[in-house]
């Protein structure tokens, strides 16, 4: 395995944060959902947590920041789908 974290760790902020913010941020906006861009908001700041916590080497925190960035984003698309 690669020991640099710092690649991967900037690799998760900019992927998810791009496709929290870029997607569902942009969507939810042009639609007028309201709780589905703070949700987007909540998620894109979830993913760019999750990268500190690979460069501070803190998996169990990588790993939950991670899960609530995904089901924020799933909440954002629920709202914007209903």
Known sequence: MNDN???YAVAVIVV???VAIGGLMGATIAFGARD???FALGAAAS???AGYAIFFDRPKA???FLALSVLMCIA???ILAF
């Open 62 to 64: 990588y790993i939950a």
């Open 16 to 18: 998810f944060g791009a």
């Open 47 to 49: 993913a760019w947590a």
């Open 76 to 78: 954002a698309t629920l």
């Open 5 to 7: 974290f710092e690649a």
């Open 36 to 38: 589905g861009f703070l």
